[in-house]
């Protein structure tokens, strides 16, 4: 995450802590409004979890049930 908090920070012109906060707030809005499993794929995936497995993993993971909500 501390990658994304420095180039949040650095494109938008905001302290670090402001970026923090603004990831953190997004990543809470995606996952409240996401079906539980990708909600929480995409707070591991933003977060750095290592639990939930490989960035590619957790792709896949998320384009699977997409495909499913969509029929495919």
């Known amino acids: 995450m ?3 908090v420095k180039l ?5 012109g905001i302290s670090e802590a402001q970026a ?3 990831i953190q707030m997004v990543t809470s ?3 409240d409004k996401m079906p539980a499993g990708i909600g929480n ?3 591991s995936f933003i977060g750095g979890s290592s639990k939930a ?6 792709l896949g993971g998320i ?3 997409l ?6």
Do not use: I, R, Y
């Open 2 to 4: 501390e990658v994304l």
């Open 8 to 12: 949040v920070s650095e494109k938008a």
């Open 20 to 22: 923090k906060m603004a």
């Open 29 to 31: 809005f995606l996952k």
């Open 41 to 43: 794929q995409v707070e």
């Open 53 to 58: 497995g490989s960035s590619n993993d957790m």
């Open 63 to 65: 384009t699977d049930s």
């Open 67 to 72: 495909g499913g909500m969509f029929g495919k």
